[in-house]
């Protein structure tokens, strides 16, 4: 889900432009496929968002796992992490779905040895 397009609004009144949704009524259409994603996952599965405003050439990052640096890493953030919240979510860094193309599946098995962890 881009939140750009649910603050449209707000970028159009700083004279940036609006993002359009390209599937009508905002609202309805990201509650809508939400719940189909939602309900596509097992019911035993505890299901997450990554709630993206985007980011320019991947330059900041969200997650607990970041392809550069594997599950070491993510390890290490995982820990930083624990000292500041009891309970947390393993996460890829923002920008995944724009990354090169071959680095999915590593960046995938990366993440699900993390969350194995859990």
Do not use: N
């Amino acid at each position: 889900m881009e939140f750009q397009i649910i603050e449209q609004a707000t970028y159009a009144a700083r004279g940036k432009g609006a993002l359009e949704s390209w599937w009508g009524e905002t609202w309805a259409g990201l509650t809508a496929r939400a719940v189909e994603q939602a309900g596509r996952v097992p019911i035993d599965v505890e299901v997450g968002f990554h709630l993206c405003y985007g980011d320019a050439g991947e330059k900041h990052f969200v997650g607990l796992v970041h392809r550069e640096d594997g599950a070491e890493g993510a390890r290490r953030r995982v820990e930083a992490a624990k000292r500041h919240v009891e309970r947390f979510g393993v996460a890829t860094e923002c920008g995944c779905g724009r990354a090169p193309a071959d680095a999915t599946e590593g960046l995938l098995r990366t993440h699900a040895e993390v969350a194995a962890a859990w």
